[in-house]
């Protein structure tokens, strides 16, 4: 593969493991970047030496399943190895940093910014406006974020951006914190997942067991920046105790006049752990939603991947993969690149023919629901579809559920994550499940049998 497949395969692999791996993991996970991959080792490096053990030890199976299912390689194998230079994105930034600013402190404070982002290991260098496609579908969202960014905390203070999973939240919230870095970099700029917060809100009141000192370092930490980008605050928890904080921390940064940016898969009164009280000061500035981008908007989304890419390929493939990935940037992107891991794999230019090859996209299929598929699955082993999404394990029905999720990711192309939510399961369940059937099929009559008239039943050969 050329470097930039290699990229592409690698952070396909990237996001499923921080999809399947606890989210203690992920300051590991984060770090990773691909050195090679040849004759099914794929070997990665990492500038943390604990991150690289905690990996080998705690999650080398898991990691090496999730490599086996995306190569397709059922003998793939993943090696981890502790690089001093693996930071050399981090180190490239900073020295485009040390070029603008020549002020000493301000110079010591940008890459105070840059180093708090990445350490959170949240910084993604992709995540920049420059990068963001502008559409019907986000360009207000996309202005008012530009808005903030150019002038923080004299506009749109809460600026509230919500909708599904996979449609730029997290992007156009990281734009906001890259641009403030780079033109105001005075500014303090911390960017936090709501999971981390809270998470750190209670292990520091369980180590401190809320000692009043303690506890206002960690507020500090929270309150003396300018600028708080808050992502998918809908996983607050209803923990009274770190709803309380939130609302502190809320409330003394907008008081002091600092800009708040949040993101939520939903707007704030659907959020049913949200107290009023932090509803109604969310609700206060200005709230906007990001929709599916039309069918151009993810046309130019890939145009612009490969084109930054130097790839060759035909218009045609594009908007094949364009018209068949809809509701989902994430998983739109993820569609192109297994394309173009194929066609390097392959030695093959990137046609349409490929494309249909590959990603195998009946053109009915982008119709077909999680729901229609588990009904007529349910319907062929004549039991209930409650049953296929609950727990029962009965034989009949635990098979009757593989095939269902087996059949869902195939048909749908849907991420296993969203796979997992409509069944109900945890994401390796669902991998399992799928690998179990996709395993199996072309020996077991049954289960080929099955898949055919499921198949045909859904009008989807
Ligand atoms: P969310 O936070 O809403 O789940 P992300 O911000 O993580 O979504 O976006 C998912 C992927 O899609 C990212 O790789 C992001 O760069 C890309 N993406 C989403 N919208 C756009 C866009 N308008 N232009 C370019 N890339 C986009
Ligand atoms: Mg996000």
């Known amino acids: 593969m050329e470097n930039i497949e290699l990229k592409r395969f690698w952070e396909q692999i990237k996001e499923e493991l921080l999809a399947t791996l606890p989210e203690n993991a992920h300051p590991w996970v984060y770090p990773l970047e691909i050195s090679g991959y040849d004759k099914g080792v794929l070997t990665v490096v990492t500038g943390q030496m604990m991150g690289r053990d905690i990996l080998r030890k705690n999650y080398y199976s898991i990691m090496t399943e999730v490599l086996q ?17 693996a930071a050399k994105t981090l180190k490239k930034e900073s020295e485009k940093l040390n070029k603008k600013i020549n002020d000493r402190s301000l110079k010591e404070q940008a890459l105070e910014n840059l180093s708090n982002m990445q350490s959170a290991a949240n910084l993604n260098l992709k995540y ?60 303090k700029v911390k960017y936090t997942k709501t999971e981390d917060y809270v998470n750190d809100y209670i292990s520091n009141s369980r180590k401190t067991n809320n000692n009043i000192e303690n506890m206002s370092k960690f507020n500090r930490k929270y309150t003396n920046i300018d600028v708080i980008l808050i992502d998918d605050i809908q996983f607050i928890e209803s923990k ?13 940064l907008y008081n002091k006049g600092k800009q708040i940016v949040i993101t939520s898969d939903r707007v704030p009164k659907d959020i049913p ?28 989304i890939i145009k612009k991947l490969a084109d930054n890419n ?40 990137l046609t349409l023919k490929l494309a249909k090859e590959v990603l195998k996209c009946d053109d009915n299929n982008d119709e077909i629901t999680f729901d229609q598929i588990a009904r007529v699955t349910a319907s062929y082993f004549d039991i209930d579809i409650d ?28 991420s296993f994550v969203n796979i997992s939510k409509y069944f109900n399961k945890k994401h390796t369940t669902i991998m399992f499940a799928y690998e179990k059937i996709k395993k199996e099929k072309d020996t077991n009559k049954e289960i080929t049998n099955a898949i055919r008239e499921i198949r045909q039943a859904l009008k989807v050969l």
């Open 69 to 85: 299912q995306i190569s397709g390689d059922k003998n793939a194998r993943i090696v981890i190895i502790y690089d001093e230079n």
């Open 128 to 187: 920049k406006f420059e990068n963001f496609v502008v559409g019907d579908s986000n360009k207000f969202a996309y202005s008012a974020a530009m808005a903030v960014a150019k002038n923080p905390a004299t506009k749109y203070n809460p600026l509230f951006i919500y909708g599904n999973s996979g449609l730029g939240k997290t992007h156009l919230m990281q734009a906001i914190g890259h641009y403030i870095i780079f033109n105001n970099p005075k500014l």
């Open 240 to 252: 009274i105790k770190s709803m309380e904080n939130l609302q502190y921390t809320f409330d003394n």
């Open 273 to 300: 752990t949200l107290t009023a009280a932090l509803c109604s000061r969310f609700e206060m500035g200005l709230m906007l939603e990001l929709t599916p981008p039309d069918i151009e908007t993810r046309f130019e």
């Open 310 to 349: 130097d790839l060759k390929y035909d218009e045609e493939a594009l908007m094949y993969i364009a018209k068949n990935f809809v509701n989902n940037v994430r998983e739109l992107e993820g569609a192109f690149t297994k394309v173009c891991a194929y066609a390097e794999i392959t030695e093959q230019p």
């Open 387 to 414: 049953d296929i999404r609950g727990t029962a394990r009965g034989q009949k029905v635990s098979f009757a559920r593989h095939l269902a999720i087996y059949l869902c990711r195939e048909i749908t192309n849907q």
